[in-house]
C-alpha cells in the first residue's frame, strides 16, 4: 500500500485550530501508510501520563496511553494483569494490555472509519471519556503496580544527552 494518502491528519488538524486546541505536538512518521502522531499528556494523581493519537491511510485510528512506563516486574505482573482483565470486561471502548518488549502497560482505543468517514470530533469524545476514566481507575493501578507515582519517562534516557 505504499503511498497511500492520509486523509484524516489534515481534517484532525482543522479540528483542533477550529477548537482552539494547542496541547497536542505533531510528529510525521513518513511511513508506508502516511501516519502521524499527536502526543500530549494527561495528568493524573500518579504522575503524567504520555497519551498519542495515531493517525495513517488505513481504516484505523488509535488513542494510545502510556499508563505505566517500566513498571511491570515479575513482582506485579499477576496483580497488574488481574486488574487489565477486571477493566477490560467492564469496558467495551477501550483496552489495556502489557508489553512485554518494554514491560509497560499501555490503553488503546480503537476508532474505525474510512478516510472520508472519518469524524475527529468522535475521536476526541473519545479521547475525552479516556481523561475522564483515568482518574477513576488510577488507586486501583497503583494497587496493582504497587507504587504511588510513575516513574520520570525521561530518567531512563537522561544519560543519553
Not at 501520563?49 to 515479575?74: C, E, H, K
Not at 468522535?122 to 507504587?147: R, S
Amino acid at each position: 500500500m505504499a503511498n497511500a494518502k492520509n486523509e484524516k491528519s489534515a481534517v484532525f488538524e482543522k479540528f483542533l485550530i477550529s477548537e482552539d486546541i494547542t496541547c497536542f505536538d505533531k510528529r510525521n512518521i513518513e511511513d508506508e501508510e502516511d501516519a502521524v502522531v499527536y502526543r500530549s499528556y494527561m495528568q493524573t494523581d500518579m504522575g503524567d501520563m504520555p497519551i498519542f493519537v495515531l493517525l495513517d491511510a488505513t481504516i484505523y485510528s488509535v488513542i494510545r496511553v502510556v499508563v505505566g512506563a517500566n513498571v511491570v516486574t515479575s513482582e506485579n505482573y499477576q496483580a497488574i494483569t488481574d486488574f487489565i482483565n477486571r477493566e477490560n470486561s467492564i469496558y467495551k471502548n477501550f483496552k489495556y494490555y502489557v508489553e512485554q518488549d518494554d514491560n509497560s502497560v499501555y490503553l488503546d482505543c480503537i476508532y474505525i472509519s474510512s478516510n472520508t468517514a472519518f469524524e475527529p470530533e468522535l475521536l476526541y469524545v473519545l479521547m475525552n471519556q479516556i481523561v475522564q476514566y483515568m482518574p477513576k481507575a488510577v488507586p486501583a493501578l497503583k494497587e496493582a503496580m504497587g507504587i504511588e507515582q510513575l516513574p520520570d519517562p525521561f530518567a531512563q534516557h537522561a544519560h543519553e544527552h
